[in-house]
């Protein structure tokens, strides 16, 4: 299996497995809770993008 497709693969089971462990996704956390305005939900999702944002860099690294 190629680099790239090691790690999309490594991240979509880690994505699976939080959401199995939250009982929910992150896009129904933004959904419900910024619909809902909740406080909660606005600041995972500010969390959620900065962290992306964050390791764009490092992850761009391991693409070339």
């Known amino acids: ?3 790239r497709m090691g790690w999309a693969l ?5 994505m699976g497995f939080a959401a ?11 959904l ?7 406080l909660g939900s606005w600041l995972f999702m500010f ?3 900065a962290g992306g944002y964050l390791l764009a860099p490092l992850m761009r690294r391991q693409w070339r």
């Open 1 to 3: 299996m190629s680099g």
């Open 10 to 14: 490594s991240g979509g089971v880690i």
């Open 20 to 30: 199995r462990l939250a009982r929910g996704c992150t896009s129904g956390q933004a």
């Open 32 to 38: 419900t809770g910024g619909a809902t305005l909740a």
């Open 47 to 49: 969390a959620v993008f």
